[in-house]
């Protein structure tokens, strides 16, 4: 690695009882993390503590009602992203906030707050050189940034930051979008730079293994308030694990019953498909699940799940291979799905499989509404049989809406999720396909429906389940494949796998 | 979040009276707030022309007691409206049904005049073998529809197919139509009688299709107001309509639930070609008894503001329909009356239009409805 | 067709196709910049036939033509603009509104324009760069307006502003993702609007060369879609200003063909030849949907690419 040299200001930042309500909910009660200069912090809780919460408050998104920051110990007073950059704090956020069209050099140049009217490009890019010469890691200034990978793109990101003289970084679960191998690469010149007093940074994060191997410092969040911290290096994941999730124990494996072989349901043979500029997205894809079991799906996002899923789901043409539902050719139109009783729980449901401006009952019968008792002959619809079997669906699945006719939009996200799993998993199901299921629920949501996936493997239903989420593969899975760059590999028994082989698989290797 | 079931849930409630309903769908934003919308859209634009009328010295109350007279008054300028409205019905329906599966299909003039020029260019072969007006009629009728629905499916498939934006193709689609009608109705077609105005050769009496019981209407109207019935059921209480929905509302999901989204499309496009192509039919039958220049009048444009203007609701096209068609029918008194040209109407249209686009924001934020009364926002 | 109506036909349809394509490409540049911005203002018809009553009447009571075009031209910045605006509003779209804005011009034009069909206004004079010909058919061939001339430079110009000005990749920044630009605190509205108001004024310009150029006189019939085949011609162009350029010039051509094929006495089919502007736009928007190079080089924010 070359020698940095930066100089040594990075920057001290601390929050001093800080307090933001919404509504009737206190998102941040009294919140005070103490971040040294030099430091590599990493801020912990599950999804909704609070965490992101209190870094928009930090950048000035929000406005909190009580508390204030202190940067070098003087507090400061940020009321917009703007100056939070004028002062030195950046941020890397989840999404990414490069303009794709644009090259790197482009992107840099007008990150900087005063961009000349006119941009001599020869000039930049000599000087955008020597500053790509002092970092510790560089990306191509001449590649437009939708050709990046992920990976690249986050360090552009982070190289952004930088290049603004920025010496206080919050990222946001940076290592979301990343390899395990670039995550690791990544972190380290973060923490080297750290080290060398030249950045401070604090991280996002609920991957313990990281925080163990990259922090110093940890502050746990939990709704809204800080349950503890310390020593990143000396506390056990037990430790941090029980500050984050509370009295309740870390989640085990499903109950199972086991079986003998299965006979297989979904048969995936050398399936392939492109995105819309041509670039293969899936390449020789194979799978196949049986009878009573979970074939789970890891793999960082962007690797082509959603391709697949798209895929299966009959939203993406394939470019090749084929489909197979109980041995026969498979397509998926409404009466091969009937035929094999495919059923499917696409993530972020209300965008992929609900019509938002229709009401709950009618969502409901999405399902059955071509067939008895809901369509009577010449495919005349009965109002009122849709929503008395929507009646009865939303009293079995609990879902919380005033009435069968409200619009579905007009629910929260755990109730629509709810729903579309009332529609999709109150008949027999043979087949299940399942894509990111609790994203973004509470807990209590989480895990009903997870239990709800169990308790059709248990009856007998072949279940594949493409998820993001590592722990949530591990607590449901039978099977584990891995994909990477649009390939998958072949799947391996749970028992047979450990975390490290499935992130070393993840990686492409 | 707890899971309890909420007391609304219970089932074996009794069937609530036709009058608690009634109040019940009275406080329904689902149901009233595209009324209250539009309404108020309408007022704002009469405001804003008035405003305009000011600016060029016109008197406004001048302005709308000439469109009442012209449109609404007496029993001539009624029927003078619902004659203009017939074929705003079927053109308004040739805007609405694509709509409601996702479309924004502006075909309809195009289908319109291919449609009229069909019906008008078919009966005089069927004329001269001299078969009877009973067959006639069904004859050109069906081969205005079909040929309408062939013009206007054609961008239907280029969506589906090809990927083809529909507004573009669509709108391009009725330039080539009038270009064609021009091109057959000046050549081949021509009636060498037409000396000033190129036409086709006229239809007999027998195939004039007559006025409704007396009145000055033609048969157009109860055409309209059947199909926009049949339709309502179509899309409201079919299988159909219900799969067009979900397409029209979320293709993703429709695409998940397997349904045969690109059928879905076509016939939806057809069913608009079809109703254009027999407004053709009807103002070649009843109003000009041969097809000329006069067919494209617009109405297919006009078509698209009355659909905007019901929210795309079948039912709701007649009456807005009839509004149109009493404008129209008032545009003549105005322009005599207030010496004021007889593109008038098309600057109230257009102020109608975007007035009404600008009250879409309205939806979701009318401060006196309860919108949260119909869920749990949590 | 012997060999002298060929050449006739072919100067026609040179000189046809650089008078022809004035008016698309300045629409064709307007609409360029407006869609870079991510928005599509298919209000561009109504304004290109507003552009040229306004251009006429001002001219006819000025004297001046050119004070006319730039008068086109601000009735134009007033539509643009005002499609920005009402754009912003949530729940609208773009698309609709364009229509909304599209009679909303004819009405205006048709409107105000009622008593400047007979009168003759002056017209602006075209530069006789075939002087140099004794043939007549290639002096009037080659007799260009300066606007052509201004059109091309207004090409390059965006070509190089979009890359190398602050304004121009922030334009390119709010068409191409509206979050990462409203992080880097950019007001994208404005910016659209802006963009969009400018987009109207070219096509106001557009609207001017149709009636105090060529054909050269104000009727309700001036504009028959090109405010609308120039939003294909920009998707054909793939939103580069240079090969709007190109664009243009062959949607002149086409536009050229029927006038031509008529002044060697072939009339039969005019209507039917004046149609192939537009089916040629068609089999344009036919070819290049799905087209996985224009689907790289979509501005992402663009509704009709979506």
Redesign the interface.
């Known amino acids: 690695m070359s020698q940095s040299p930066l100089p040594p200001r990075a920057l001290a930042l601390a929050t001093r009882g800080i307090t933001k309500i919404f509504g009737p909910m206190r998102a941040l009660d009294d919140v005070s993390v103490e971040v040294p200069a030099g430091s590599f912090h990493a801020l912990l809780g599950e999804n909704g503590a609070g965490k992101s919460t209190l870094v928009k408050c930090i950048m000035g998104f929000y406005g909190a009602d009580e508390g204030q920051v202190l940067l070098d110990g003087a507090p400061v007073r940020i009321d917009?992203?703007?100056q939070a950059q004028a002062q030195g704090i950046g941020m890397v956020?989840q999404?990414?906030?490069?303009?794709?069209?644009?090259t790197a050099a482009?992107n840099l140049?007008?990150?900087r707050a005063a961009?000349?009217?006119?941009?001599n490009?020869r000039q930049e890019t000599r000087g955008l050189e020597e500053f790509m010469d002092r970092m510790p890691f560089r990306v191509r200034l001449d590649k437009q940034v939708?050709d990046l990978s992920a990976g690249e793109k986050q360090k552009l990101e982070i190289l952004k930051l930088l290049y603004l003289d920025q010496r206080f970084l919050i990222l946001d679960e940076p290592t979301s979008v990343m390899t395990p191998s670039e995550a690791d690469e990544v972190l380290t010149l973060l923490r080297g730079m750290a080290e060398r007093q030249e950045i401070t940074v604090l991280m996002i994060s609920h991957k313990f293994r990281e925080v163990k191997a990259f922090c110093d410092g940890f502050t746990v969040l939990r709704r809204g308030r800080v349950t503890g911290g310390g020593d990143a290096r000396t506390a056990s994941v037990t430790e941090m694990s029980r500050m984050m999730i509370g009295e309740t124990e870390l989640r085990e494996r499903a109950a199972r019953e086991s079986r003998g072989l299965p006979r297989p349901r979904l048969v995936l043979e050398q399936v392939c498909a492109e995105d819309?500029?041509?670039r293969q997205v899936i390449e020789n894809l194979s799978l196949t699940v049986g009878a009573g079991e979970v074939l789970g799906i890891a793999g960082v996002s962007g690797n082509g799940q959603a391709a697949l899923v798209e895929v299966l789901a009959g939203q993406r043409p394939m470019s090749g291979g084929r489909l197979l539902a109980d041995g026969a050719p498979f397509t998926p139109r409404r009466a091969d799905l009937d035929r094999y009783k495919v059923f499917g729980l696409p993530e972020e449901p209300l965008r992929n499989a609900t019509v938002p401006r229709m009401t709950v009952a009618e969502n409901m019968a999405f399902r059955s509404f071509d067939k008895r008792p809901l369509a009577g002959r010449f495919g005349i619809l009965s109002p009122a049989r849709i929503r008395a079997q929507s009646r009865d669906l939303i009293r079995r699945y609990n879902v919380r809406t005033s009435s069968p006719d409200a619009l579905i939009e007009t629910l929260s996200g755990g109730n629509v999720q709810r729903a579309v799993l009332a529609r999709e998993l109150s008949g027999n199901v043979d087949v299940l396909i399942v894509a990111n299921p609790c994203f973004g629920l509470d807990f209590a949501s989480v895990a009903e429906i997870r239990a709800q996936i169990m308790d059709q493997r248990n009856r007998g239903a072949a279940v594949l389940l493409i998820s993001e989420d590592l722990d949530e593969i591990l607590e449901l899975a039978d099977r584990i494949a891995v994909m990477s760059e649009g390939r998958l590999t072949p799947a391996m028994a749970v028992e047979t796998t450990s975390r490290a082989e499935i992130g070393r698989l993840m990686g492409g290797h | 979040m707890p899971s309890v079931s909420s007391p609304q849930d219970l089932p074996a409630r009794p069937r609530p009276g036709v009058f608690s309903r009634l109040g019940h769908a009275l406080r329904d934003p689902v149901l009233i707030e595209p009324a209250i919308i539009a309404l108020g859209a309408l007022i704002v634009a009469a405001a804003v022309f008035s405003l305009f009328l000011l600016v060029l010295g016109k008197s406004p109350a001048t302005f709308f007691s000439l469109v009442w007279m012209g449109g609404f008054s007496s029993w001539f300028s009624i029927q003078n409206a619902l004659q203009r409205a017939a074929p705003l019905i079927l053109t308004g329906l040739a805007f609405a049904i694509p709509a409601r599966i996702g479309l924004?299909l502006?075909g309809a003039e195009g289908a319109l005049v291919l449609g009229g020029l069909t019906a008008a260019t078919i009966a005089l072969p069927l004329q001269h073998w001299s078969l009877p007006a009973l067959v006639i009629l069904p004859v050109m009728a069906s081969a205005a529809i079909l040929v309408g629905a062939l013009w206007m499916g054609l961008a239907g498939w280029?969506k589906h197919a090809?990927?083809?934006?529909e507004?573009?193709?669509s709108?391009?689609?009725t330039?080539?139509a009038i270009?064609?009608a021009?091109?057959l109705i000046?050549?081949p077609f021509r009636d060498p009688a037409s000396a000033n105005k190129p036409s086709t050769q006229p239809l007999g009496p027998d195939l004039r299709i007559g006025e409704m019981f007396g009145s000055s209407v033609h048969w157009g109207l109860a055409a309209g107001l059947v199909l926009a019935f049949v339709l309502w059921f179509l899309m409201a209480r079919t299988t159909f309509g219900f799969a067009a929905r979900i397409t029209g509302g979320n293709l993703r999901a429709a695409q998940g639930q397997g349904l045969a989204v690109g059928r879905l499309l076509l016939t939806c496009c057809a069913i608009a070609g079809g109703c254009a192509g027999l407004a053709g039919f009807f103002e070649v039958a009843a109003i000009h008894g041969q097809a000329n220049a006069s067919l494209a009048a617009g109405y297919g444009?006009t078509g698209?503001?009355v659909a905007?203007l019901a929210r795309q609701n079948p039912l709701a096209v007649v009456p807005v329909a009839v509004l149109f068609g009493a404008l129209d029918a008032a545009g003549g008194l105005v322009q005599r009356r207030m010496e004021?040209?007889?593109?008038?109407m098309?600057?109230?249209?257009?102020?109608i239009?975007?007035v009404?686009?600008?009250s879409?924001?309205c939806?979701?934020r009318l401060p006196f409805l309860n919108y949260t009364r119909s869920g749990d926002r949590t | 067709m012997s060999q002298s109506d060929l050449m006739i036909v072919l100067y026609a349809m040179i000189g046809g196709a650089i008078r022809v394509s004035t008016p698309f490409l300045f629409v064709a540049l307007g609409e360029c910049l407006t869609e870079k911005s991510g928005r599509i203002n298919?209000g561009l018809e109504g304004t290109l036939i507003l552009g040229a009553m306004v251009g006429y009447a001002v001219s006819y009571n000025s004297g001046s033509p050119w004070l006319g075009v730039l008068a086109a031209g601000g009735g134009g910045i007033v539509m643009g603009a005002a499609h920005g605006w009402?754009c912003k509003?949530?729940?609208?779209?773009d698309?609709?509104?364009g229509?909304?804005?599209m009679?909303?011009?004819?009405?205006?034009?048709?409107?105000f324009g009622?008593p400047y069909i007979q009168p003759s206004a002056p017209r602006l004079q075209s530069l006789p760069l075939g002087g140099w010909s004794q043939n007549p058919q290639v002096q009037q061939a080659l007799s260009v307006n300066p606007l052509f001339f201004v059109g091309i430079l207004l090409a390059i110009a965006l070509w190089w502003g979009l890359r190398?000005?602050?304004?121009g990749?922030?334009v390119?920044?709010v068409?191409?993702?509206a979050?990462?630009?409203r992080?880097?605190?950019v007001n994208i509205n404005m910016v659209r609007l802006l963009a969009t108001a400018a987009g109207g004024f070219l096509a106001g310009v557009g609207g001017a060369f149709l009636s105090l150029s060529y054909p050269g006189s104000w009727s309700e019939g001036l504009s028959?879609?090109q405010g609308?085949?120039a939003?294909?011609l920009v998707i054909f162009a793939r939103w580069n200003p240079l090969r709007c350029v190109l664009a243009a010039l062959l949607f002149g051509a086409a536009g050229a063909l029927g006038p031509s094929l008529q002044s060697i006495g072939i009339s039969?089919?005019?209507?039917?030849f004046?149609?192939a502007p537009?089916?040629l736009?068609?089999g344009i928007?036919?070819a290049s949907?799905?087209s996985?190079?224009a689907?790289?080089?979509a501005?992402?924010e663009l509704s009709?690419v979506k």
């Open positions: 917009s992203p703007r956020y999404h990414f906030t490069l303009v794709p069209c644009l482009e140049v007008m990150a961009a000349p009217a006119v941009i490009w939708a819309e500029t041509g | 924004t502006l280029l090809r990927g083809v934006n507004t573009i193709s709108l391009l689609l330039y080539i270009a064609i021009s091109f000046e050549g444009f698209i503001l905007f004021m040209p007889d593109a008038t098309l600057v109230l249209q257009g102020v239009f975007l009404l686009l600008v879409d924001t939806y979701g | 298919l009402i509003l949530p729940k609208v779209n698309i609709a509104v229509l909304a804005f009679s909303l011009g004819t009405g205006l034009a048709f409107f009622k190398n000005t602050r304004a990749l922030t390119r920044m068409g191409d993702s979050a990462s630009a992080a880097m605190g028959s879609g609308l085949m939003v294909a039969y089919g005019y209507h039917f004046n149609a537009y089916i736009t068609l928007m036919v949907a799905r996985k190079s689907a790289k080089e501005p992402r009709i």
